[in-house]
């Protein structure tokens, strides 16, 4: 069998357990691009597609590649265009589906900035209406007010969009301030690089000739001391001739492990905006403000029903759109609730069932820089004990967890110290706002892994 035969087998398989519109939309311009030994490689038209495949079709697909083939093992997926010509009976022509308006944006060579990020498009509400108000003074006044700009918040919810926009408005209005736009990884692996091939004067001349310096993800500096020392030479140069820095973390400051004491203190000196949650009016605007960007007109039943269902960040919501999107076009037809049910199934999962003993383990352990052995441990160290007492919070409050359970999981204590745990996280939350966005920072996590 050629390696076109078996796709061919394999699509006139996958057509029979899937709906005609699914089959078109997520396996039009599919093809095996190699098969080598036990693993064969997809070929997908787009990310979009590649994500469903492995998120949802992955099982199936592999599952009859098997009963063609006993050899195969493995299947990977792979974004790129393909010759074949796969589907012998297409329904109808296909536009591309899904998110690929969004990719005719460039980032610019010389910022790093996409242009696609604007205060036009960024939508303003109560959860984010204190940074967004910062962001676009800073954007007004680069340097002159609230130096640095410290922006925290959970994930998916217009963090880097918000920086972006500020380094988009600066350009705009002051066409001659050099603007940069740098995640933290890349700048980490700037100073790597830099050490390595002995270049570090003109890394930091670099950085130094930047008006409005963004760092994206600040959280990511952690334990990285020699990226930290720089940064924070960096940081003096630029804040001391008033240029404007801004930053952004998925936790406060104070949050942050491993961060010295002199950045973490340089951090705090400005102004910190954190990014909550939106609430259900505001996940319904920001679907229907989406929808009209992506011209898409859904019932309003369909609106209630993602924004009750995807409550975790506007990225998800984006994702959940872009389904209807793809299947408006692809069906030329508004999609109602029930095929938006059908689209958005893998999208909706019951909160309960995402939560498990193990990531609120593993989440806690990562969020306070601790091992998950020493959460389980008994220790008494102090660094210990508070993150352990939250870890037992959320395994009462998510997962209802029994005390005499929790107490033996977490250092194998007896029930009466996991009711006080409890307790005492309770009534801490009731005054301490910081604990408070802490746990917050810590569920959204849970949920996103
Ligand atoms: P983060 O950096 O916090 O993880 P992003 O800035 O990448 O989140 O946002 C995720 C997606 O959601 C992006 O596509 C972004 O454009 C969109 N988004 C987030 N917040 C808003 C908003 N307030 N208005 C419009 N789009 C938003
Ligand atoms: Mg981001």
Not at 75 to 91: C, F, N, Q
Not at 116 to 121: H, K, L
Not at 366 to 391: C, G, H, M, T, W
Request: proline content about 4%; glycine content about 4%.
């Amino acid at each position: 069998m050629t390696k076109e035969e078996l796709w061919q087998a394999v699509l006139a398989q996958v057509q029979l357990t899937i709906s005609q519109a699914n089959f078109a939309t997520w396996f039009k311009n599919t093809g095996v691009v190699s098969k080598e030994g036990s693993k064969v490689v997809v070929s997908v038209p787009n990310s979009f597609a590649k994500e469903w495949l492995e998120n949802k079709y992955d099982k199936i697909i592999i599952k009859i590649l098997r009963s063609l083939d006993e050899e195969i093992k493995e299947v990977k997926y792979a974004v790129g265009k393909t010759e074949l010509k796969t589907l012998k009976r297409a329904p109808v022509s296909l536009p591309e589906a899904g998110q690929l308006e969004f990719q005719e944006f460039k980032v610019d060579k010389e910022t790093n900035l996409n242009p696609r990020y604007t205060f036009e498009n960024f939508i303003v509400a109560p959860f984010n209406e204190l940074p967004q108000a910062a962001a676009w003074a800073a954007s007004k006044n680069p340097g002159l007010v609230y130096n640095p700009l410290f922006i925290y918040g959970g994930v998916g919810l217009g963090k880097t969009h918000l920086l972006e926009a500020i380094g988009n408005e600066v350009i705009k209005n002051f066409s001659q301030k050099k603007v940069k736009y740098i995640p933290s990884e890349k700048f980490t692996a700037g100073v790597v690089t830099s050490i390595r091939n002995h270049e570090m004067e003109s890394f930091k001349s670099k950085c130094r000739e930047i008006d409005v310096l963004i760092l994206d993800d600040v959280q990511f500096l952690a334990g990285k001391e020699k990226t930290q020392e720089e940064f924070f030479h960096t940081f003096n140069y630029l804040y001391e001739k008033n240029k404007q820095i801004i930053l952004s973390s998925d936790r406060p400051p104070k949050a942050i492990p491993a961060l010295t004491e002199r950045l973490r203190s340089r951090f705090e000196g400005g102004m910190i905006a954190d990014i909550g949650y939106p609430d259900y009016e505001t996940r319904v605007a920001i679907l229907k403000a989406k929808s009209q960007e992506r011209e898409i007109n859904p019932p309003e039943e369909v609106f209630n029903y993602i924004a009750s269902n995807i409550q975790r960040n506007v990225r998800e919501l984006e994702g959940a759109l872009n389904r209807l999107s793809a299947y408006q076009k692809l069906q030329n037809r508004t999609p109602d609730l029930e095929a938006a049910k059908s689209l958005l199934k893998n999208l909706i999962v019951p909160p309960n069932k995402v939560v498990t003993i193990k990531k609120i383990i593993q989440v806690v352990a990562e969020f306070y820089d601790l091992k998950e052995k020493d959460l389980l441990s008994s220790s008494r160290r102090k660094e210990i004990v508070n993150p352990r007492q939250v870890a037992m919070y959320l395994l009462r409050e998510d997962l209802k967890s029994s005390y005499p359970f929790i107490g033996r999981k977490l250092g194998g204590k007896d029930h009466t110290t996991a009711i006080h745990s409890y307790g005492k996280i309770l009534k801490e939350l009731e005054t301490n706002e910081n604990l408070d966005n802490e746990i917050n920072l810590i569920r959204q996590r849970i949920f996103s892994i």
